[in-house]
């Protein structure tokens, strides 16, 4: 059945090392959305993505990459520029006008 | 301008009652208003969603109403059940953004049986 896969759901990074976040959606929807979540502080936008092979910044995307080489599929890296990457990291897809559907997250943590 | 403000950050209310959860904006041009419900350790499922030509939406317990005058929009929901215990968003989608939505801090609801 349709919907977006985010794998791993758990990940750890270590000082310096880049990381990348996996996002699949098969609900053929065009845009596509990396957001982080920490405790108290609602959703922030990091980056999205409206067509395949574009991509704009969101509100918080210092320390963080994305690609869009295809229509399902859109990796987050943080890299070892992001200094406080310890987080709960939800990719969405949608539809402008439209709800946006979540994956269920995948939470990064510091070793 | 770009905020959505939600409050309570917290919300306590007994098996039966009914729940409020409020939120208010600043920018006129937002023209569609989730709103999420989210458990923990999943992503966040949207629950109803406004316009704000309509001033009230209901399916099934869960109503929105809207005051496009004073900027505000409100969750309640009917006979509160401990299953409804949940964070909750609200959202809002700027016309002509592409899809982008501005979420609000959340309300965090422990509905006691």
């Known amino acids: 059945d349709g919907g977006i896969t985010q794998s791993p759901k758990y990940l750890f990074r270590k000082e310096g090392q880049n990381v990348t976040l996996s996002c699949e959606q098969n609900?053929?929807?065009?845009?596509m959305y990396w957001y982080r979540q920490d405790p108290g502080q609602g959703l922030r936008l990091i980056y999205y993505s409206q067509i395949v092979n574009d991509f704009q910044k969101g509100d918080i995307a210092e320390g963080y990459s994305v690609s869009r080489e295809k229509k399902e599929s859109f990796p987050l890296t943080v890299t070892s520029a992001q200094k406080n990457p310890t987080a709960f990291y939800l990719c969405a897809s949608g539809y402008p006008g439209s709800p946006q559907h979540f994956g269920d997250g995948t939470r990064l943590s510091i070793l | 301008q770009q905020q959505v403000k939600q409050s309570p950050q917290s919300l306590i209310v007994q098996k039966g009652g009914i729940s409020i959860i409020n939120c208010a904006y600043e920018n006129t041009a937002f023209d569609y208003f989730p709103w999420y419900q989210q458990f923990p350790g999943k992503g966040p499922a949207l629950l109803i969603a406004?316009?704000?030509?309509?001033s009230e939406k209901k399916e099934g317990r869960f109503t929105i109403s809207f005051n496009k005058s004073a900027k505000q929009f409100s969750l309640h929901i009917m006979d509160s059940q401990p299953g409804d215990s949940a964070t909750y968003f609200c959202a809002a989608e700027l016309g002509g953004s592409q899809g982008n939505l501005i979420f609000g801090k959340g309300t965090k609801l422990s509905v006691k049986p």
């Open positions: 406004i316009r704000p030509d309509v």
């Open positions: 609900l053929n929807h065009d845009a």
